[in-house]
């Protein structure tokens, strides 16, 4: 389905909406994201219990190893609870003993946080594809498959990131941040006084640049998920790409987006890049600065050599935590900007409810009866042309109903609406004497089944591709649905049999034999309404004797509408609808129509049969 190119594109849009939107809301509707950990809180919080010990425990080390010197200066170290003294074996045994400690908690801190966060974005991933499936068909009229497939790929990536990384790291350090400046005043309060009046500076240069890498890593995901849609129609379409001997353009193409995403992680790596320096001077800078006055201090008889080594290391460790907290902050960028595109998906409306549990027991079978009554249509691609103008039909349960006309006339159009692809823009469509939109969809396209002129296979076996049409069928049914279609005998020549690989499209098979097992799998549906979308054009004679032979029999009792242009297939149908530009212009039998002076229908078959025929 084309789409008006005068449509914005949802990159343009969204960026506007992006910029636009305030950054309160932009954070609130980002923590919608990690409602998805939620049915792992227990879990989480073990995980978050086990990096509090943890780093509880990182931040005895300076504690310990300032203590360590003091006692080999011979200076006696009471513990700060309980007053008890401690000899210098004692200090090491209990600071080897710390770090043991701190590594069993670590390892399940680590392992915890890693669990639920890959469970999370597990289901994370499943809803998003789900909504995807679910969503309706004008959706997918305005949008691209490599777009839709980055977001599932590129952006839960980076959110898979700040599940698994960024969240742990910021708690972690978090603790060490407020445990270590806790503990500085602690040992001395001008030292610590003169390290903290640093952090202002650091955190509002890590503020600053971390917007302006939100808006560039958002751009970045963009770029990156156009050129990932020039990949998915290039490789789809490798026939025409090599026919044409289009290679080069493609790949130009491609460049082309890819010169655009290089240029915008370029311009983030060195926002990024100025931050880290920007931050690694700030936090070295206070470090030598508190180096300095905690000498004089020391000259001073103010402070001993292990309170200044305790010092310093605790100096260190809030200074690494003031630097990640840079790099976690510009992930959170990076993490807002791919959740404003997955949650676009997410609020998206679907017309089928693919993540709810399917409505218990079998769909209830239709008569077939079908009622086109005066419908109008418009794709909402493009609302300034009908497509449909004014269509009245009616086919009756088991009849066998042709749609007849040029390229282009709507015969497809009217399938789509029967499928309930699309709502009529105006008029009705009856199922059964029922309006079409009261009747659930899973029991509309329950009841159908289509062969589509261009038939897509998944890349599994032949028999999973023909079990499709019911996916709990029995081999025997499967078999059974093929010697109909005519097509168990060349499968049966395959040496793999009905377990032969088709290969990505059904590429490993002719244009006859993927429309034959495109019959097969909806034979086996054993629809009420049976679609019929030229699905034997692609047959040789004998196969499409042999498939109408079939049709003749398994039609019987089913309503079917046949869209064909080869007008010898259809000489034994019920009815047969003449469509030109939108609206029906003939209806009447073979005979009757060929009976009609000037008919547009006499016309074209008199291009299609001989004298003696017509």
Known sequence: MSSDSSIPTPSSTNTATGASRP????????????????PYRVRFASAWVALLIASSLGLAFPYLTGSLLDASTGRSVPLPFGGITLSLNQIALLLVGTLGVQAFFSFFSSYGFNRCGESALADLRRETFGRILGLPMSFFAHRRVGELSSRLSADLTVIQETFTFTIPQFLRQAVLLTGGIGLIVATSWRLGGVMISTFPVLLLAAILMGRRIRGLSRSAQDHLGEGGTVVEESLHGIVNVKAFGNERFELSRYASHLSDYLGVVLRTARLRASLVSFIIFGVFGSIVLVFWYGARLMQAGQLSFGELTRFILYTTFVGGSVASFAEVFSQVQKTLGATERVRELLDETPEVPVLQPAPPGPVPRFRGDVEFADVVFRYPARPDVAALRGITLHARAGERIALVGPSGAGKSTLVSLLLRLYEPTSGNLRLDGRPADTIPLHEVRGNMAIVPQEVLLFGGTVEENIRYGKPDATREEVIAAARLAACHEFIERFPEGYQTRVGDRGVKLSGGQRQRIAIARALLKNPSILILDEATSSLDSESEHLIQQALS???????????????????????????????VTESGTHDELLARDGGTYRRLAALQFDAAAV
């Not at 950054?23 to 923590?31: D, F, G, I, M, P």
């Not at 259809?570 to 939108?582: C, L």
Request: charged letters at 30%; zero cysteines; aromatic letters at 8%.
């Open 553 to 583: 029999v398994l039609l019987a009792g089913r309503t079917a509408f046949v869209i064909a242009h080869r007008l010898s297939t259809i000489r034994q149908v019920d009815r047969i609808y003449v469509i030109e530009d939108g609206a």
């Open 23 to 38: 950054r309160a809301e932009s954070l609130r509707q980002a923590a919608r994201i990690f409602r998805y950990l939620r």
